[in-house]
C-alpha cells in the first residue's frame, strides 16, 4: 500500500517568505507527528496530532510555525517570514494507534527546506 | 523531559564484523525503545524495537539489548554487509508519548 508521502520534496525559501509543506498520512493512521532533521542530527519533535485534534506543540521552535490537520488526514505545517536557521529536513511520521510514539512510526521522505 | 545519548557517531566495520551501537536515556517512566536505520538522503525506517517488558528481542541479524536498571539499551548487527552502510537513530519514548531520539551514528562496512 501507499506509504507516507510529504511536498514539496524540495523548497527554497527567500528570508521572509512564508511556506506551507503537506504531509499525507498512511490511511486510517490515528497520530501524526512533525520532526525537524538538521544536517547530522536525529529527528527533533515538533508537534503532534491524534486525528485532528493537536495534542502536543511543545517542540515548534517559535510562533512562526504552525501546523493543522484538519481533517485527521492530510497536516499541513506552516512557517511564516522563513530564517536561515529554518533550513532543514522536515519529516512527517504516521502511526496507526492512539498511543503515537510507543508504536510503529512510519516516516515520509521529507521535505528539504533551503532558506537563502 | 527525556534525553537520549548515542555512542559512537561513526563506526567504521570490516564486512562480516560485527557492529554495537549504545544509547542512554534519562526518564525512567521511558517504555518504548525503537532503533531506525536512515540510508543517505531517504527516510527513517524501523528495523528493530523493544518494550520494557523484555530484556532483548532478536530479528535474524539485528538484535536489541534493554537494561532498564542502568537505563540503556544497544543495537547489536552481526555478520555485517556493505548494505548495513547507513545511519543508525534510536529513540526512547516515555509517558508524554513523544519520542526522543538520539544523534545518530554513522556506520561504515568496508567490503
Known amino acids: 500500500g501507499a506509504g507516507v508521502s510529504q511536498s514539496p520534496r524540495y523548497k527554497v525559501a527567500k528570508r521572509g517568505q512564508d511556506v506551507a509543506l503537506r504531509c499525507d498520512p498512511i490511511?486510517?493512521?490515528?497520530?501524526l507527528f512533525w520532526y525537524q532533521q538538521a544536517l547530522g542530527q536525529g529527528p527533533e519533535f515538533l508537534t503532534y496530532?491524534?486525528?485532528?485534534?493537536?495534542?502536543?506543540k511543545s517542540g515548534l521552535p517559535s510562533d512562526r510555525f504552525f501546523a493543522e490537520r484538519p481533517e485527521g488526514s492530510v497536516s499541513t505545517l506552516k512557517i511564516q517570514r522563513t530564517q536561515q536557521e529554518d533550513s532543514a529536513v522536515y519529516l512527517c511520521?504516521?502511526?496507526?494507534?492512539?498511543?503515537?510514539?510507543?508504536?510503529?512510526?512510519?516516516f515520509g521522505p521529507g521535505t528539504r527546506l533551503t532558506v537563502l | 523531559g527525556e534525553n537520549v545519548e548515542q555512542h559512537p557517531s561513526t563506526l567504521s566495520v570490516q564486512e562480516g564484523d560485527s557492529a554495537v551501537i549504545k544509547c542512554t536515556y534519562s526518564d525512567s517512566a521511558s517504555n518504548y525503545f525503537p532503533w531506525y536505520k536512515q540510508e543517505l538522503g531517504k527516510r527513517p525506517q524501523l528495523i528493530i524495537d523493544i518494550r520494557s517488558n523484555v530484556g532483548e528481542k532478536k530479528d535474524q541479524r539485528i538484535a536489541v539489548t534493554l537494561n532498564k536498571t542502568a537505563k540503556h539499551f544497544s543495537l547489536h548487527i552481526t555478520e555485517t554487509q556493505p548494505e548495513d552502510s547507513a545511519v543508525y537513530f534510536c529513540a526512547a519514548t516515555g509517558g508524554s508519548y513523544i519520542p526522543t531520539f538520539g544523534r545518530g551514528t554513522s556506520l561504515i562496512v568496508h567490503p
Open positions: 511520521a504516521s502511526s496507526l494507534v492512539a498511543s503515537g510514539g510507543k508504536d510503529t512510526q512510519y
Open positions: 490511511s486510517g493512521h490515528v497520530s
Open positions: 496530532f491524534q486525528n485532528e485534534a493537536q495534542l502536543d
